[in-house]
């Protein structure tokens, strides 16, 4: 079996003469972001092509220009609306000694020479459109820079997007409560060549109230964005996006995600197999080798020392159940078969019920828990706490079922959700309420969606998860990390102050694990953070003395680590004699992985590894069908003296521990919902406690 990449190796060769420019700017902190704008503005105003290299901190062309026209050019950027030009640049000097980096030329090519046959590529992508009735699928080519091996490349991906038909406008013409827009994601229909969606995050009023059609007349804006606020009615919503940007909604089209398909009636999979995603790619790969800026991808009959497999990391799928039994199959069936590896102290669970369908029958819900988790089952004592029906939705009619429900005592309340409160400015979920008002009142809670009563995968799910919240460990590590004496996920979420700067609401929270899996607590803390950087105190707080001295720590990262956070914890783990080492795991947009098998193409197996250097490399961390699409890798890295391996390792791991779900997610424990959980926690969503042991989050 060949491994291989949608990484393509740079032919240095067939690259153009560079020139790079230093930028001069009145402080440090703004000089990647004006040399970000400044790309933009020169590829704009000069011929050939332009790119700021974040490496190097340098501008980087194949098309040189005298300083006297940087000079002219400078001086109009400074009248322009754009304050940081005005506030920040300098000067552009031509500076030969300055080469550009690898990362830089990788960048260069991916973004800029490669972007010549953009229209290329979208006529070919046309073909593949699909037109389903109210919405289409159409593809796009995403190409990015990458250093592999110390040699500059290109990752060349394919990405599947849902588009509504129909405007923002037109939506909205069909709904009567004009926040269920809040949360959609859309794009403006004025920039077809730009493909992030944006979220709307709260609607500003009316166009023709408080000078808001004026106001949005002089932004620096397209003719066709003029043109459409121009001719809107008076009475048409402005919506922010991303809590930044203000828009008419006739300048909208929804892209449906995942999350949206309940509220716009849609049922679409989008997940490409890997074969079928090879054949959409093969076409554009052939376009782009015609240019002689890359050769053949990476793959392992060529590059062999670049690929691994969970074999080289000594990895075992294999869990601990009762009575030192281990098995790497079917959890559930295992623990239904072996028993659980530690159950609640009295083996006794009430369980209260909270139904917002009451016409759905939840006898086989009620016969499926006594048959599982029962004397039948696992042999646990189970008692109905009591059962409440709301027939009307709202926040008031919520709040009183559960203190009913919560004076019978219960160890969980099951919750059938669907539908949203009631109310004109509630901007929370049904989901969003319940699990608010049941960690407010220290209660667990299981949520389940009508649609899912009858699913016996689903059902795995819920039992599971109603195990581990109500004080059992279903099953640990059969083989416990011997590199690390724990294992911490760690997050930050923040929320922006409405017209002012600086952030609110921060939660700082980490999830502890022991080496072999097994929760030790979560811990919640409040902070008032400029950017996502968790303060000194507060992680000393989080890794107290009594608990963490003398102990080696693996800190799991949603996303980048800064720098400071890493050398706060560095600090700490001296003076109480800890090792911290530190694992980032980034989870969106890294290339695939896939294999190849008797001439066909396949997934790649889980545990396949691709290294992009001696620090950095990318994990298929899940084990897909092959109908369920292609996976999509995280990228690993780690800081030495911590070797890749063992990060890997540890990641892999820690994929197998995740109660909530029978299925192993792609993601490891420790990060797994890390934003969504953190975001919640920001808004007040979480237990009264700031350090537990039960994890709420499933």
Known sequence: ????????????????????????????????????????????????????????????????????????????????????????????????????????????????????????????????????????????????????????????????????????????????????????????????DFQSAM?????????????????????????????????????????????????????????????DYERLKISEKLQITSDKRIEFLIPIIELIKKTNLVGNAYAS???????????????????????????????????????????????????????????????????????????????????????????????????????????????????????KIEGKNNERTLYEEFKHLTLKNDIPSQVIRPITINNQFALKNILLGILAKTGTIPYILAHPLKYADFVIGLDVSRQKKRALSGTINSAAMARIYFNNGELLRYSIRDAMLEGEIIPSHILQDMFPVKEFSNKTIIIHRDGRLPLQEKESLLAWGKDINATFYFVEIIKNGNPRLYAREDSKTKNAPKGSIFKLSETEALLVSSDFSANMGTPRPLKIRTYPPFPLESALHSVLSLTLLHYGSERPPRLPVTTYYADKISTLASRGLRPQATDGSVPFWL
């Open 1 to 192: 079996m060949e491994l291989f990449t949608e990484i393509f190796p740079i032919q240095l060769k067939s690259l153009p003469k560079f020139s790079t420019y230093s930028i001069a700017t009145i402080t440090s902190e703004n000089k990647d972001k004006v040399g970000r704008k400044l790309q933009y503005q020169l590829q704009k105003n000069f011929s050939g092509h332009w790119y700021w290299d974040r490496v190097n901190k340098c501008l980087i062309t194949d098309s040189p220009q005298q300083e006297a026209k940087f000079n002219d050019f400078i001086a109009l950027l400074w009248q322009s609306k754009d304050d940081i030009f005005k506030n920040s640049l300098q000067s552009i000097v031509p500076n030969d000694k300055i080469s550009p980096s690898h990362q830089g030329i990788a960048d260069f090519v991916a973004h800029g020479l490669l972007a010549d046959i953009n229209p290329n590529i979208r006529e070919i992508l046309k073909k593949f459109i699909q037109n389903k009735g109210k919405y289409t699928i159409t593809y796009e080519c995403e190409k990015y820079g990458y250093v592999v091996n110390n040699h500059p490349s290109v990752s060349i991906s394919l990405k599947s997007r849902l588009d509504y038909k129909e405007t923002l406008k037109d939506y909205l013409s069909k709904i009567e409560n004009k926040n269920e827009i809040l949360g959609l994601h859309v794009t403006d229909i004025t920039k077809p």
């Open 199 to 259: 979220t709307i995050t709260s609607i500003i009023g009316r166009l023709g109230e408080n000078n808001n059609r004026q106001r949005l007349l002089s932004y620096s804006i397209s003719d066709k964005m003029r043109r459409i606020i121009t001719e809107a009615n008076d009475q048409e919503l402005i919506v922010e996006t991303n809590n930044i940007y203000h828009y008419v909604v006739n300048a909208l089209k929804i892209r449906v995600y995942n999350q």
């Open 301 to 419: 009959s060529r590059h062999q020392h670049l690929f691994l497999t969970q074999d080289k990391l000594n990895y075992s799928p294999k869990l601990l159940f009762a009575n030192n039994h281990q098995d790497n199959k079917n959890v559930f069936n295992s623990v239904k078969k072996f028993g659980v590896y530690k159950p609640s102290q009295n083996q006794k669970i009430r369980i209260g019920i909270l139904n917002t369908v009451p016409n759905l029958n939840l006898d086989d819900l009620r016969s499926n828990i006594r048959k599982n988790l029962g004397k039948e089952g696992l042999g646990y004592e189970l008692n109905l706490a009591g059962e409440e029906n709301i027939h009307s939705l709202s926040r008031f009619n919520l709040e009183s079922a559960i203190k009913r429900l919560k004076e019978r005592k219960p160890n969980i309340i099951l919750a059938i959700i669907k539908g």
